[in-house]
């Protein structure tokens, strides 16, 4: 079935540090892929999506490559801020586009 | 906005007992789920509806069971509730005619839910 595979967290950087987060993933067909953001306290809220190869999906700053031949979705940001301090969930849609399937989630600690 | 209100925000209830959470949104969209987050696991799907009274399985199923006799609510629940069902669950709706790969995965504020 389908699955998505997140780097372990937490990750721990300082202020302006770049951040790079591994997601892969193994599905049927050609998924939708998505960066999911959960804040303390919160539900999750999309960040990002791709729908097709190549696509990049970008917002606040992160941004995101569909890459069909490696089966990766990474997330990065050039500079990051405290207030980027979450946990970001990797996710894929299935060839029905009726559920989405979820990493196990990266939790991100941005230090001052 | 779509408007997602989950309820009990919190329960504590005892190991046997039933337990129904309540997912109501506000507009008519087609698609409702719900997820149970747990550390190391992240989300996981337990059930999802794609229309009055049109639901099916997720992944973590077994013990749950769901009804959705309005488009507006969703129902979730624990028929004995166990120790391996506390957790914090999650509806979400799908923003739009479609499912989430097409639409936007809205999510409610969440459900706490300890089983003693």
């Known amino acids: 079935g389908d699955s998505v595979t997140q780097m372990e967290g937490p990750v721990t950087l300082s202020e302006e540090a770049f951040l790079t987060i591994n997601c892969t993933y193994t599905?049927?067909?050609?998924?939708?892929l998505f960066w999911y953001v959960q804040y303390p306290g919160e539900g999750l809220q999309l960040l990002l999506k791709?729908?097709?190869?190549?696509d990049k999906g970008s917002n606040k700053g992160f941004e995101a490559t569909y890459r069909k031949e490696t089966t990766s979705f990474h997330l990065e940001k050039g500079s990051v801020q405290v207030s980027d301090s979450a946990v970001y969930f990797c996710?894929?849609?299935?060839?029905?586009?009726?559920?989405?399937?979820f990493g196990k989630g990266t939790m991100l600690l941005v230090s001052p | 906005d779509a408007g997602i209100t989950q309820s009990p925000r919190h329960k504590v209830t005892e190991t046997g007992t039933p337990v129904t959470l309540r997912c109501h949104q506000t507009?008519?969209?087609?698609?409702m789920y719900w997820y149970r987050q747990d550390p190391g696991h992240g989300l996981r799907l337990i059930h999802y509806s794609y229309g009055v009274k049109d639901t099916d399985k997720g992944e973590v199923s077994d013990g749950y069971s769901v009804s959705r006799s309005k488009t507006e609510d969703f129902l979730l629940t624990l028929e004995s509730a166990t120790s391996s069902q506390t957790s914090v669950y999650f509806c979400?709706?799908?923003?739009?005619?479609?499912?989430?790969?097409?639409?936007?995965?809205?999510f409610g504020a969440g459900s706490r839910l300890t089983v003693l």
């Open positions: 996710a894929l849609s299935d060839q029905g586009y009726s559920t989405l399937t």
């Open positions: 791709a729908t097709k190869a190549d």
């Open positions: 979400a709706i799908s923003v739009g005619t479609g499912g989430p790969g097409a639409n936007v995965l809205t």
């Open positions: 599905a049927t067909g050609y998924p939708s």
């Open positions: 507009e008519n969209h087609r698609y």
